[in-house]
């Protein structure tokens, strides 16, 4: 059984860094893509940065790019978002995500398994 747990979200200041992390365990992810979505309070959940697990290829949005970097230790099964220079508008609740294919992928239908979030608050 798939189990994706996100931690290290929480309250800091515009200009400000968190460092997310997803525990993944149930299975071996070396044939998945991971990948970090977010959704706002009356928002459509959006795409934020992807990682193929063997490889480690990435893709960001255009909101991530040049902030976020998504990294992943396979020896912990555990993936990262490091965002700096964090904004007001980055608050939300943030999501680890692992889709089965070898490539990246933008799309949350196609992210099989969800963690339940965790909630990241940009003050100005």
């Known amino acids: 059984q798939v189990q994706l747990v996100e931690s290290g979200g929480g309250l800091v200041q515009a200009g400000g860094s968190l460092r997310l992390s997803c525990a993944a365990s149930?299975?071996?992810?070396?044939?998945?893509?991971m990948g970090w979505f977010r959704q706002a309070p009356g928002k459509e959940r959006e795409f934020v940065a992807a990682?193929?697990?063997?490889?480690?290829?990435?893709y960001y949005a255009d909101s991530a790019k040049g902030r976020f970097t998504i990294s992943r230790d396979s020896a912990k099964n555990t993936v990262y978002l490091q965002m700096d220079s964090l904004k007001p508008e980055d608050t939300a609740v943030y999501y680890c995500?692992?889709?089965?294919?070898?490539?990246?992928?933008?799309?949350?239908?196609?992210?099989?398994?969800w963690g339940p979030g965790t909630q990241v608050t940009v003050s100005s």
């Open positions: 995500a692992a889709g089965r294919t070898w490539v990246v992928i933008t799309n949350a239908a196609r992210y099989a398994y």
């Open positions: 149930g299975r071996t992810f070396s044939n998945y893509v």
């Open positions: 990682i193929v697990w063997s490889g480690g290829s990435t």
